[in-house]
């Protein structure tokens, strides 16, 4: 079997995905300069500078760039399940020979350039995936196969957590998206979505309110689903009623009396059981289907309590400084308040190149890493964010179209793991550095300071270009 | 696997999810940069460091063009306590260049660690010298601010001048153009004339990094500015008078105005007891400031606009002048006095020739003679009745400036008291008459009226029926004239020509025959009258109205001395060494002055 590429190494390369490529590197660069400058060193190209370290790497990318263009395509198909086994020794060693940073041992060091294996196992994962679902016999609404699905994101994911680096393993939940394209029963990603939305719902809102809420957004989908009004807004008056009754009578027989917040959980819950009994009798399917998710939410609500008390109070900080619960400028929600200010601070155009004062003089941490995003909205301005959160969503929405238009499922749903796992990182770093995400410590792709990221997130990419560049069927499962 | 209309469906969803979870991050993005300024200003706050440079506040200088107060150069320590040297530093050397106790240092440290970032002081009235020694140390994080500190030369006028005090959080709230670590004048000129005396703050931007290090100046000085010194001001204070009639005034307390009638420019206010202005300056400020605090004489209280005191005979003068308006009196008019007015509870008088006319009568300060005239005035046919004739009386009295403001300069002014007409009815029950209130004929009853107030009657007379609001300021660097009100003549309801018998009358007092003959100064036709109020808390409160010379006078002037006896043994002979020294620019009278400086008067009601 030989390729049918023919021509030059570029021939059916994506043009716009090379250059959305290319631009992104190119300001990440400049922001890096900035953030970095130091005027102390006296030559511009010393490679004292940062800026200077990550030419060499954005050439290296180049060159991996290439070599991955170089490579057949089917040794992609081919080489998935073995690479993907061998990207779980490399995170496997970490836990082994790992280096710590951040709290996290997710590192592997060679002399001074340290290795994430977990920016690797990303792709490795992505490419297992394709492999995977791409299988002829692969039937995503068959039980079996979703279970191997899940086992194929499981192993990694536990791996990652054990190396206390749980920001990066949640990447893996966005391959979700793919699940979805790949026609995943809608009704399952909801409960996800659910859980999802309630998790962060549960540190943004008091106990009671989300309690009421919930209480509200069954109502309002019972009389969606049923068309009755009145008896539903008696349902709900009832309920407040009798919770308030509850909390009277107990604070009169007790000393201690219950809160209302127990008093509404105790009632709603019992009307709820009653309601469910009163729903099989009769058979009433959508009530026992709302009535189970209300159920299902608060015990949900009421487990997060649970693991939130569990986890290290440098963790439970972090989280509720992204929920603004915390307003210590000085402790967890500092890094955040910074970054706010630094972008903040650019205003519509920005501060101009090297006159950031936040970013120079080091208010925001992590400036040319895990923030870099700071830099750019600090001298560039709003013109400098928009500009880059539109090439991002320019590229994402690329490698989804390349995705459509590959012939073979496995390409098409590599693409899509492509684009999820650049959508995950964008969302939760641009997310965290304007406050709409917890700190996670995770690179914003193409611009973070740092061979190994870039490198990985190249060969990620490249190799999606590499299978869109080809026409050739190569499916041995399917003919 | 699903079908491709399926397939197509999703993709389109999901382009949909990935281009509203940009717009969602771009519109956040665009409300941090744009929408809310809070970021701008945390960005601020962050990198700029706000140096206030502190003006030279005005200075002040008598009408003579002496320094009545002065501004000199000083500094204040200041601390950014995150920028201090983590591993501490060597606080005993601090302690020992501003010779402060280390616990009070602690305790600046303890309250500045609240605001880490912020500029705290840590000692004020820091010298230039140890400004010096400080710089050469080098403390991280320690730093000093210019700012000037008044000073006193001739250490007269306490109250006159009022102090300089740090602002208060009440005066913050009230005075929002003022910061934390300011200063403002508390009473007297000093807060009368804040305004033009404070100048106007500058400020130095200077950049800095997260450690504090100071990294150069911000945007190259665009939003620094100088500051503009305060305005100085020429008193009308005429410092030697001022000097002497704080020295005539020890041991007594009281007070002492002296006005020009001319102008209505006070030429002295001396509230006794005073204090050294000096003394609220510098370190020593707080521990001073306790000790006339709780000293009972209340050095602090500005007796000459705020205290109220009875005035006694010297308002026969305003009585007088009344019943000639009213036409209820002419100056000839007898009126026999034997040992006092024996209508009703009656008033006691002293020996002398009777009948007496209205001249004789204040010569001698007669009595029962302003008993009749008042109740003539009040037993007016013209009006009916007793409490209308009152209500006149009432007018005219406030006419001279008597229970109300002057609208002087200064703002702490007392309105003084004159009984209305509702009151009496009140306490009386609306039965009552001329001789229920007969004490008001001899200035004594619930009458009260501030020393200024006396002073600007004796203006007033010395004019012959105007005066001009009395004040303490003649010019404001920089501003053409004061405020219009200083010149407008201020006429009473009583018309000039009736002034003529009384100015005679308190000339004979001095110079023929009466109770002020001591306060004669041969040559300049002396006019005065003299007071003896009677009050509850003791000996009699003696008081002394004059002016000189009787043609054009130059100078009015009012003392008034706590439980000292007879008019004329202790307010007289104060006011007359002061008529001397201001209108001969010598004293003659070396025994006199000796012993009216020596003069102490016991005080059992403040000294308990």
Redesign the interface.
Known sequence: MTSNRTGSLFSGVDRWTVLFYALIVLVGWFSIAAATYDETVPHVFSFAHFYMKQVVWIAVAAVVAITVLLIDDRYYHMWAYPAYIIGLLLLLSTLAIGKEINGAKAWISFGSFNVQPVEFAKIATALAMARLMSEYTF??SRLGDLVKVAMLLAVPLLIIVLQNDTGSGLVLGSFL?VL????LNKWLCLPFLMLASLFIASFLLSPLALLLLLIGLYTFSEVMMSGEVRSRIIFVASLLLGAMVLMVLTGLLFDEGLSFYASLLIVSLTAAVGLAIYALRFKIAHTFITLALYIGSVFFLLSVEQVFNALEPHQQNRILSFMGIVNDP?GADYNV??S?????????FGKGFLQG??IK???VPERHTDFIFCTV?EEW??LG??TI??L??CL??RL?KMG?RQEE?FGRIYCYCV?SIL?FH??VN??MT???MPVMGIPLPFMSYGGSSLIAFTILLFIAIRLDASTRHFGLNKI | ??DRN??FV??R???L???L??T???G???Y???F?A???R???R??MRVDVQYPPRGEIFDRRGEYLAQSRECYDLMVVYRDMDKEGFDTMRLCQILDMQPRRLKQRLNDARLY?RAPQRVANYVSKEEKLRLDAEGFRGFYTVSRTVRHYPLHVGGNLLGHLSEVSQSYLDRHPEYSKGDYAGIGGLESAYEVELRGKKGVKIM????RGAI?GSYMDGLYDSLPESGRYLTSTIDARLQRLGEELMAGKVGAAVAIEPSTGEILMMVSSPTFDPEELVGRERGNNYIRHLNNKRNPMFNRAVKGKYPPGSTFKLVQGLIGLQEGVLKPSDLHPCHGGYKIGRGVACHAHASPADLRFAIATSCNAYFCYVFRDILENPKYGSIKKGYEVWYDYVKSFGFGRQLESDFLDENRGYVPTREFYDRVYRNSWNSLTVLSLSIGQGELGCTPLQMANLAAIIANRGYYYIPHIVKAVEGADSLDRRFYEKQYTKVDPKHFEPIVEGMWQGVNVGGTSTQARLEGYDVCGKTGTAQNPRGKDHSTFLSFAPKDNPKIAISVYVENGGFGASAALPIASLLEELYLTDTIRRPELLKRIKDMKIYYPAYDK
């Open positions: 039937s995503i998206f979805y394209r790949e026609g000085a308040n910074q706010k200010i630094a972008i903040g601070s650019g205003g519509l004062t936040q003089y080091g208010f909205g301005g709003f964010t928009f959160l539109t991002f969503a994402i929405l989804m459509e499922p684009a959508l964008v969302l641009v997310g304007i406050g709409l | 696997m699903i399926e397939g999703r993709m969803t999901l382009q999810i990935v281009l979870i940009f969602m991050l771009i956040r993005v665009a941090i940069q744009f809310n809070d970021y701008k945390g960005a601020a962050n990198v880490p950049e800095r990094d997260p990294k």
